[in-house]
């Protein structure tokens, strides 16, 4: 008996093998129904086999193996692609998904060759079945990881819109606590809320940027005729003022007048400045640097630090690279984002940022081209 026949034949007890082991993956499956567990599973199993019964190239058979399977256009969800997204609206994790389809794979083939149905065509037969699940688990991993981040990007968008207003209710206590003449320590309670609520604010804006990107809308900028010396000079005293004890040294030269969104530099300044607070030695300097150039401005922010191979230089701006910035693999307090916010806000701008590491210092440089008034965003 061919493959594609037996499945037809056998699919009550095939289904029912796999109602028996969805029910085992807990703590998603417990109290799920009948009708639940056996989600889109028929249709999977009919999928196949009209699969198994569909004459292929062996090209064609390296594709599907591949989970490459050419995709009909305006077609509808496949049963693999739904099963996945309510797989994970249910609670399922991805190994709970993919152990479904192992699970289906060995009951298929066990049944079926417990039949003595391996002859000649059977090897051939396996070979297709094999490809066809593993199409159906590249369709199902696929959905079910968009799933997944859709779930966690709405999360995220909703955390910071709700989180914006009682950080705001903070900032504005301890600014005015700041203001009272109520005695020292009153004074020194209000200035590490407004250095914690500053810190909250910053990575607030870099979760929120993170996500934009995340949802496919991207950083977006809104150049206007600025002279980024402003920015740049109110961002450097901010900090003087919230580390009072730290050396940050300040050197504008050149006409640094363009066309760029001065309050997204502001927030390169910001996160490359706390950076290099966060990660250079506290004895030492933090020198922040603004020149003109005939193309546009370089900023350039160098701090203490340890060697950093070249190799790994691109991997400090990838998202979610949790202490890399300090290059010795510790843990820190942040989440990773500051130089990926970096990288983005000057990508926007048509720059380039780097890093570079020389006789013990770390230099982040960020080109930013220069626009003037008539020539577009």
Not at 197 to 220: H, K, P, S, Y
Not at 261 to 282: E, F, H, S
Request: with cysteine; aromatic share 6%.
């Amino acid at each position: 008996m061919r493959l594609a026949d037996f499945i037809l034949r056998h699919t009550e007890a095939i289904l029912a093998e796999w109602e028996s082991f969805a029910a085992t993956l807990l703590p998603a499956a417990g109290g799920m129904t009948s009708l639940a567990l056996r989600d889109h599973a028929q249709q999977i199993l009919e999928a196949v086999a009209h699969d198994l019964a569909t004459p292929q190239t062996r090209d064609e058979q390296s594709e599907k193996s591949k989970g490459r399977a050419p995709k009909i256009a305006d077609a509808p969800e496949t049963a693999a692609q739904t099963h996945a997204v309510l797989r994970a609206r249910g609670g399922f994790d991805i190994i709970q998904l993919v152990a479904e389809y192992r699970a289906l794979r060995a009951s298929v083939l066990r049944h079926w060759m417990d039949t003595g149905s391996l002859n000649g065509t059977g090897v051939g037969d396996i070979v297709r079945f094999n490809e066809a699940i593993d199409q159906a688990i590249a369709e199902s991993v696929a959905h079910f990881h968009a799933q997944v981040e859709q779930a966690r990007n709405l999360f995220l968008g909703m955390l910071g819109h709700d989180m914006r207003n009682p950080l705001y209710a903070i900032q504005l206590t301890a600014a005015t606590l700041s203001t009272l003449n109520a005695g020292e320590q009153v004074s020194e309670a209000a200035g590490r809320l407004i250095r914690s609520g500053a810190a909250m604010q910053a990575l607030l804006d870099d979760v929120m940027d993170f996500n934009r990107t995340r949802l496919g809308v991207g950083i977006r900028v809104v150049p206007a005729d600025c002279d980024l010396a402003g920015p740049v000079v109110d961002e450097v005293e901010q900090f003087r003022a919230t580390y009072p004890r730290r050396q940050i040294l300040l050197a504008v030269s050149g006409d640094c007048r363009g066309r760029w969104d001065g309050p997204r530099v502001r927030q390169v300044i910001r996160n490359l400045v706390g950076n290099a607070l966060k990660y250079g030695a506290a004895d030492a300097p933090v020198r922040v640097a603004l020149r003109a150039e005939e193309a546009g401005v370089r900023l350039e922010v160098t701090n203490s630090g340890p060697p950093i191979d070249p190799s790994e230089a691109d991997e400090l701006f990838e998202p979610l690279r949790r202490g890399m910035a300090r290059g010795d693999g510790g843990e820190s307090d942040s989440l990773g984002l500051g130089l990926f916010i970096v990288r983005e806000i000057t990508r926007a701008h048509g720059g380039e940022v780097g890093v570079r590491w020389d006789a013990g210092e770390v230099t982040f440089a960020v080109h930013l081209p220069r626009r003037t008034a008539g020539t577009g965003p």
